[in-house]
Structures are given as C-alpha cells and as structure tokens.
C-alpha cells in the first residue's frame, strides 16, 4: 500500500513540475502573441497545476487514522479530490477555453510573433512528455502487463488515474493548439485560432467527463480489482479447514481493502478451535496482501434444498 502511495506521489510531483514550467511559459507567450489558443492552453496548464494539488491534499488525508467518527479511516478521501479534479478540469480548463474560442470566433485578432507561440508549444510537449512517461513509469509497475485502456477501467487508484488521463489530454491539447497556430500563420485567417482553442476545450471537457465517470464508480462503492478479488477466493478455498466459500464480498478503500467472507468450515472440535482456524486465514490474507486492512469473517452453513428440508418433515408422525 505505501509504495503505491509513493507511486502515485511521484507521479504527482512529475506532473506538478511539468505544468508549473508549461504553465509560465504558455502565459508569458500568450501575451506576445494575442493567440486564444494558446491563452486556452495556459489556462489548462495552470488547473492543472490547481489539481496535483488538490491531488497531493488528497493522498495527504487519506493518511489520518480512523476514529470514532471514521472508524474505518479516511482512505476514501482521495476519491473526493479525484472527483474535484475532474470537475475543475471540465470547468476550468475545458468550458472556459470553450468560451474563450467562441469569443474570437465572434471577434477574430491577428496572432502576433507566432514563432513565439509554436515554439513555447514545442517546449511544452517536451514536458508534458516527461510527466506523462512518470507517470506511465508507476503505472507499468502495478498494472500486471495490462493494457493502458483495461487499467485504466479498472484501477481503483484515483488520483495515478487522474494524472494519466490529465497528461494525456495535455499532450492532444498541445497538438491541437500547435495545428491552430500553425494554420493561422499559414492562411493569415484568425479563425483556425479560435478553432483551435474550441477544440482544445471540447477535449478537455470528453478526458473530465471520462475521469468522472470513472472517479464515481470508486465513490459510489467498488469491488477490489477482478484479479484480486479472485485470488483472495481462491486462497481461502485452498484452506483445509474451508468447505466451501458462499460468498465473498470486497470493497477498495482508497488505498486499503476490506473484505467479508462467508463460507462453510469443516467440522471442529471446539468453538475455540473453530475462532483460530478462522484467525489463522485473516492471518494468511493479510500477510499476503497488506493492503486487505479489515477482514469480517462469518462460518456458515449451507441450507438443504427446500424439497429435502420437506421430505424430512414429512418423515415425522
């Protein structure tokens, strides 16, 4: 658990880094320039920066221990944040570059020292690259060989999440402001600028709506990933003492799991026998995975079918 933390605050600080540059160097060239694209991109880069904040909060909460109040901590907190993000990344930086688009569109103004622009843009990719690739650096570490797509749907780590998709758009954005930049100094018309800035804001706006959707499924309640859910079962079935498991429930916790299990024990001699083989197998699932924090256990049995439970009953007088 904590070197994903470490992982993902790496991932963070890259990011913060990179746009913290990016974000200056956008400014100082929007200015130079009069560009409403490259005005939309500073724009972007500085919620961005707003965000790995935000971020950094989140992961910085989600360390206080549980109390009375929380007694199951405060792990979930960084699904909060995460969901900040998206929605300041929607509005801050998509919705606004949006606005900023339609305005020259209405209003269209000559770019001025356009090398200024393309060249602050080519900077810009270069940074954004290196922030992406830290961030695909920690994500190729816990992702198990998957692709980027099958883990991004399923990763429940927010805010790695959130960065990745952040950096992502970042880069498409560039390429969108660098095609508007580009084709207004080669046709001298204005209006591929205020495109350019439309488009960048439309695709900022489809990247939150994405990291929405999947920051709600996690707030809402999520298993843990497919995979462990499935070895968490399969080593509890491998136990001796365990019959059969009727039902196992996990829940993603932020960083942290909590698991209830269900499941027919075989017979014991004792009740004091039965609580260790049990206290022996959260035991072994939490040696084994750190991250599984709580762990209910309930032994069971399972019910006869109705039509034997009748024909028992129909064996007495």
């Given at each position: 658990?904590?070197?994903?933390?470490?992982?993902?605050?790496?991932?963070?600080?890259?990011?913060?880094?990179?746009?913290?540059?990016?974000?200056?160097?956008?400014?100082?060239?929007?200015?130079?320039?009069?560009?409403?694209?490259?005005?939309?991109?500073?724009?972007?880069?500085?919620?961005?920066?707003?965000?790995?904040?935000?971020?950094?909060?989140?992961?910085?909460?989600?360390?206080?221990?549980?109390?009375?109040?929380?007694?199951?901590?405060?792990?979930?907190?960084?699904?909060?944040?995460?969901?900040?993000?998206?929605?300041?990344?929607?509005?801050?930086?998509?919705?606004?570059?949006?606005?900023?688009?339609?305005?020259?569109?209405?209003?269209?103004?000559?770019?001025t020292n356009p090398w200024v622009a393309i060249g602050v843009l080519g900077i810009s990719v270069v940074l954004e690259a290196f922030s992406l690739r830290g961030a695909m650096v920690e994500i190729r570490k816990i992702s198990h060989g998957k692709s980027f797509y099958k883990w991004f749907r399923e990763t429940r780590q927010s805010e790695l999440m959130v960065v990745a998709g952040e950096d992502i758009a970042a880069l498409a954005g560039l390429a969108l402001a660098f095609v508007a930049v580009v084709m207004t100094v080669y046709t001298g018309n204005p209006l591929w600028?205020?495109?350019?800035?439309?488009?960048?804001?439309?695709?900022?706006?489809?990247?939150?709506?994405?990291?929405?959707?999947?920051?709600?499924?996690?707030?809402?309640?999520?298993?843990?990933?497919?995979?462990?859910?499935?070895?968490?079962?399969?080593?509890?079935?491998a136990h001796p003492e365990i019959a059969?498991?009727?039902n196992l429930i996990s829940m993603q916790w932020g960083h942290q799991i909590m698991i209830a299990v269900q499941a027919e024990m075989r017979p014991q001699p004792s009740d004091i026998a039965l609580v260790d083989v049990i206290n022996e197998i959260e035991a072994g699932i939490q040696s084994r995975w750190p991250q599984v924090y709580w762990c209910f256990f309930e032994p069971d049995r399972r019910k006869p079918p109705a039509s034997v439970i009748e024909s028992e009953l129909s064996s007495y007088p």
């Open positions: 658990m904590a070197s994903h933390t470490e992982g993902s605050t790496k991932a963070i600080f890259y990011a913060l880094g990179a746009n913290g540059g990016i974000a200056l160097a956008k400014f100082v060239a929007a200015l130079f320039t009069g560009s409403g694209a490259m005005l939309a991109e500073a724009i972007h880069s500085l919620a961005d920066c707003t965000n790995q904040v935000f971020l950094l909060i989140g992961l910085k909460e989600a360390q206080r221990p549980a109390n009375d109040s929380h007694p199951m901590g405060y792990a979930r907190v960084v699904y909060f944040w995460a969901m900040m993000v998206a929605i300041l990344l929607f509005f801050v930086g998509g919705a606004f570059s949006v606005m900023e688009g339609i305005k020259h569109l209405r209003n269209p103004e000559p770019i600028d205020a495109c350019g800035s439309i488009g960048v804001g439309l695709l900022l706006m489809i990247v939150a709506i994405i990291v929405i959707r999947e920051v709600k499924a996690m707030v809402t309640g999520e298993s843990a990933t497919p995979e462990l859910h499935a070895a968490i079962k399969a080593h509890i079935e059969h498991v009727m």
